[in-house]
């Protein structure tokens, strides 16, 4: 990798040039663990098609049409089947029977074949009757049999003749092709049938990029194989519509740290609700990036397009690393669980805490973004709260990385980068309320985060952790991004920047149970505001130290 790429992808972004030097990697990674399976898939028995024909398959679809068999190759359900798989005949994975998920090497040489428009004629895994072709849908056959079953595949000019091995009168044919997003679908029932993998369609600078909206594939998880969750017909139209307002947030022709071409991203997997009601939430609960999938991203969908477009940052930062990382070894990591992560509840290694460090920088980058749009006050506090918070948290973080002495020279080489834009947007101005208002919410979060998971110890040694320790609610980090106007509650007093009222209310709050976590945290951060000086300094490096009695409160 030449060092200007390296350079752009150590200051968190990354420009189309060097995100294609990752896919590069990608491919190749792919490849090797490819070439791995196949030389283990050799003994193992199978009633379908041998091995060696489907990689005769691909082979020669690929001589003939090699566009269609490379985004085959690369299409993150590929790298997921691929590690799963493997994982399999190592004996730390579990699944369906063995030869249907080695099996679907078959089923990736027909969709190829489709894809191309090719020949192919293979005998291929069934589940309960279906057969899902990577980044097309699924064809069922009604009256395959439940479970796991064999059927004959056979392509031709695009077109599939899908039949079962077991039942005579199970037969489909069909032109697989995926449909956008917000089309309406005809509902297909009893009969055998086709079921369209449906993708959301955005128009950018850089073309069209139709991108999987994938709710269909048994490999679209992070890890073993899941069952379909199709869904209904106005879930799939708001995602479209929201992706492509949260496109429009991160349409920029320059690259940089916090910025996507949303085209980059090669699925979306649908995760928790298959339909539009109830409502979901503003924010998103639940996004996560394996990196056996690069570029694909399983989320919960919000309320907002402006929370969708943050966690597509979020995310595809994680993509980027964990690509790195298949490239160069970054850190010599123990995976101890002991450091401070400020996104997290829990201890965590340094594997975590780089791709944290990595994921909220781009995060940052995104919110710095936002508050240089902002036309007026409400939004430029919010922007200006995230980018604030975010900002000062992934330095923290940098910090940690920096003085483990587990970098290795690329390692290193990466966090200073991290480093240096970190330090650029530290010096950029903030609205006052919305910087006293990130770093009190920062001290809390730190603060709360001790007294739940660390023992009290004097002196210089290391941390130990409580062996009674819980998963707990961040409840602080997205109240504090506006100021209320009215404040009723503690936290609302010291997020309205009145830390005598917070005090005295965390301490009416502490006379039943002084060392509760959240309250004590709160009258800890409160305090060290009231009297800031040396001895605030140390409350607020150590409190699971402070003791206090009924008496202090």
């Known amino acids: 990798m030449p060092n200007r790429y390296f350079a752009e992808l150590a200051g968190g972004g990354g420009s189309p040039e060097a ?4 896919e590069r990697g990608e491919r190749a990674r792919r490849l090797l663990l490819l070439r791995t399976l196949l030389a283990k898939l050799a003994a193992l028995p199978t009633p379908l098609s041998p091995p060696a024909e489907a990689w005769r398959t691909l082979r020669d679809t690929a001589a003939e049409a090699p566009d269609p068999v490379e985004r085959l190759l690369l299409a993150p359900q590929t790298g997921s089947w691929l590690a799963h798989t493997l994982r399999r005949l190592h004996d730390s994975a579990g699944g369906p029977p063995l030869w249907t998920e080695t099996g679907h090497l078959c089923t990736l040489a027909v969709t190829a074949a489709l894809r191309a428009g090719t020949r192919a004629d293979l005998l291929v895994p069934l589940t309960d009757g279906a057969l899902h072709l990577p980044g097309l849908g699924t064809a069922w056959l009604s009256g395959a049999g439940p479970g796991p079953t064999v059927g004959r595949a056979q392509a031709e000019r695009g077109e599939l003749t899908l039949t079962s091995s077991t039942v005579d009168t199970a037969t489909l044919t069909c032109r697989p092709t995926l449909v956008p997003a917000a089309e309406e679908l005809a509902p297909a029932v009893g009969a055998s049938h086709w079921i369209p993998l449906r993708a959301l369609v955005y128009t950018g600078p850089s073309g069209t990029a139709i991108i999987p909206l994938d709710d269909l594939d048994p490999y679209r998880d992070l890890d073993e194989p899941v069952p379909a969750a199709r869904l209904d017909a106005d879930e799939a139209a708001a995602w479209q519509e929201m992706f492509e307002e949260a496109a429009a947030f991160l349409s920029r022709p320059e690259p940089g740290p916090g910025r996507l071409d949303p085209g980059m991203v090669r699925t979306v997997v649908p995760w928790g609700r298959t339909s539009v009601n109830p409502p979901p939430p ?5 996004s996560a990036t394996s990196g056996d999938s690069f570029g ?11 929370a969708l477009a943050e966690t597509l ?28 992560a400020p996104w997290r509840a829990d201890p965590r290694h340094l594997t975590g805490l ?3 460090a990595y994921a909220f920088t781009g995060v940052a980058g995104f919110w710095r973004d936002r508050l240089a749009e902002a036309r007026d006050n409400r939004p430029a506090e919010e922007a200006g709260y995230h980018f604030a918070l975010r900002r000062l948290q992934s330095r923290l973080v940098v910090r940690t990385l920096l003085t483990s002495g587990r970098l290795t020279v690329q390692g290193r080489a990466l966090v200073t980068g991290l480093a240096r834009t970190l330090d650029g947007w530290l010096r950029e101005p903030v609205p006052q309320a919305a910087l006293r208002r990130a770093r009190t919410a920062a001290a809390l979060h730190r603060t709360e985060w001790r007294l739940r998971n660390v023992l009290p110890r004097s002196g210089s040694e290391p941390p130990r952790f409580r062996p009674d320790r819980t998963s707990w609610p961040d409840l602080r980090t997205h109240a504090f991004a506006t100021g209320p106007a009215v404040p009723r509650t503690a936290d609302e007093y010291l997020a309205a920047g009145h830390p005598a009222a917070a005090l005295a209310r965390y301490g009416d709050a502490l006379v039943g149970d002084p060392a509760e976590p959240h309250r004590l945290a709160g009258w800890i951060v409160a305090r060290a505001a009231l009297e800031p000086g040396r001895a605030a300094r140390r409350m607020l490096a150590r409190p699971e130290l402070l003791q206090p009695s009924p008496s202090d409160c």
Do not use: N, T, W
């Open 19 to 22: 995100l294609a030097l990752l």
């Open 282 to 286: 503003s924010d998103v609960r639940v």
């Open 296 to 306: 694909a991203m399983v989320i919960a969908r919000p309320g907002s397009s402006l």
């Open 313 to 340: 940052v979020h995310e595809f930062q994680h993509s980027k690393l964990a690509a790195l990382l298949h490239l160069f070894p970054l850190l010599d990591d123990d995976r101890a669980e002991r450091y401070y």
């Open 354 to 356: 780089l791709h944290g």
